[in-house]
């Protein structure tokens, strides 16, 4: 582990002009390492350097199979490496180790997937009669600004940046300022694989500083982002001053509904992955269940037996695939978290298990789940990020619905029953960008994902990801003759 970690600015090594920040280890509280720290010149640095890359056409201008071969490359480069990059990312984030493998090997399969799509991106005829030949083509928007969260890193700077390159956009990635560390490997991939100097630039800088200067700067052509709703508005007030398109991800309060058919066995799977991964730091996570009445008792004793199951400790003594889970992405993060079961219980939610900041060094909180949660408290209408479950009832399908539909936010849901009619039905019906049916996460980097509401707008993912990186230009021709 380095002590101290630079920024990445058109193909150069470089530091921070707002100093240094410290970046601790939530696995144990400890100071990790020194990250440089970003100010608004470092900002137009990149922007500028980013702008030149678009304008000389040295990627935009590429046979669309030259610019997907080295993305494709790219995704390869991380594999190469996954082992020292899950290490500092399991350090810097808190995740299991054997989890951090996984977020390397999905943001791979990324580059992989958008490498593919290089070359698919086509325009189209339009007929107009015969004095006229008409024809549409796709153009890269140009800096492509992408703002990237804490919970995955590595992931989420791969989902948007595989895409961007492949459809020929520069890009300046500004870090979290909780987990910067693991993205320096996509700059030494870029390197690898022979991008331009400054078609990848990244940097580590606070929100209101770097980020706010990132999202209004008069060159950057698109911006991307993902966390939390107040900032989300904030970005897109900056980025309409400028006229400039967004992909806003804000996150949501994702609920399950349970039937009463539904193979409650095969559920407590879900349960694992819908919540307790990555500490339920997850922007779709099944953070409410909403259960029939007549097996709510049995589903909860399941439930609180899977909670029970997980051994919570560092990440880094974790390198086995198993029943885990590491510690929170920070002690702030894990004390909100832990005062929300509070204002829950005050409210008249029940703490069926877990609900207590753990007693050992670091960010951990014991796996949590509420009952008696009523859809009028804060616990189940506001995002916890973390391994906290709320338990509502319902006795009929229109109430689960109504309660599920009843957050502002739409950004996923999900439906268990053996009934397909129920099942498709309820889908149509639910307020979210994505529906899984009989089992959480089910999908993969080839389906769209986004959200309805205050979860945001736009699609990342599969190729309608693919549109937030072009616009469309037509060109109409009149024939002689």
């Known amino acids: 582990m380095k002590t101290y970690w630079q920024n990445y600015i058109e193909g150069a090594w470089v530091d921070g002009g707002a100093g240094r920040i410290d970046i601790a280890n939530p696995g144990t509280g400890e100071k990790l390492a020194e ?51 899950a290490r500092v990312l399991t350090m810097e984030q808190g995740k299991p180790l054997w ?51 804490w919970n ?77 709703v107040p900032t989300g508005i904030a970005i897109a007030t900056a980025a309409a001053q400028n006229v400039v398109p967004c992909v806003l991800e804000l996150g949501g309060k994702s609920a399950a509904i349970v039937h009463d058919d539904a193979d409650l066995a095969a559920f407590e799977n879900d349960i694992r992955w819908g919540i307790y991964f990555n500490a339920g730091q997850v922007c779709s996570a099944m953070s409410r269940v909403i259960v029939h009445d007549s097996v709510h008792d049995e589903l909860v004793e399941r439930m609180v037996g899977v909670a029970q199951s997980l051994s919570v400790k560092p ?21 909100r978290a832990a005062d929300m079961i509070s204002a829950a219980q005050a409210q008249g939610a029940q703490v069926a298990t877990g609900g207590r900041k753990m007693n050992i060094p670091g960010a951990f909180l014991e796996p949590t789940i509420l009952t008696d949660v009523t859809p009028d408290m804060t616990i189940a209408n506001e995002e916890v990020f973390g391994p906290v479950l709320s338990v509502l009832k ?15 936010y739409g950004l996923v849901g999900g439906v268990f029953t053996r009934d397909l009619d129920r099942a498709t039905t309820a889908a149509r019906q639910l307020r979210a960008g994505q529906v899984f049916v009989n089992e959480w996460y089910a999908g993969g980097v080839e389906t769209p994902f986004g959200g309805y509401g205050k979860s945001g707008y736009g699609r990342e993912k599969g190729r309608e990801a693919l549109w937030n990186y072009v616009q469309t230009k037509n060109v109409a021709i009149k024939l002689k003759g």
């Open 35 to 85: 990250q440089a720290l970003a100010d608004v010149a470092d900002v137009d640095r990149a922007v500028m350097a980013a702008q030149r890359v678009h304008q000389s056409g040295a990627l935009a201008d590429l046979r669309p199979v030259e610019r997907g071969r080295m993305v494709q490359a790219m995704g390869r480069y991380l594999l190469e490496n996954k082992d020292e990059i």
């Open 99 to 149: 989890e951090a493998v996984i977020e390397i090997e999905g943001a791979a399969r990324y580059f992989e997937y958008y490498g593919n799509q290089a070359e698919t991106v086509e325009g189209r005829s339009i007929p107009l009669g015969k004095g006229y030949f008409d024809f549409t083509t796709y153009e890269p928007f140009g800096v492509s600004a992408q703002i990237i969260p």
């Open 152 to 228: 995955y890193p590595v992931e989420m700077t791969a989902r948007s940046l595989s895409a961007a390159l492949a459809t020929g956009n520069a890009c300046v990635i500004k870090t979290p300022e909780l987990t910067p560390l693991s993205n320096a490997w996509f700059a030494h991939a870029a390197e690898a694989v022979g991008l331009p100097k400054g078609a990848v630039n990244i940097l580590c800088g606070l929100g209101r500083d770097a980020g706010a200067a990132l999202a209004a700067h008069p060159q950057v052509n698109q911006i991307v982002f993902t966390g939390s």
């Open 315 to 335: 990440g880094i003594e974790q390198p086995q695939f198993g029943a885990t889970m590491g510690a929170m992405v920070s002690e702030a993060q894990r004390d």
């Open 394 to 408: 319902f006795s009929n399908d229109a109430e689960a619905l109504k309660i599920a539909n009843g957050t502002p």
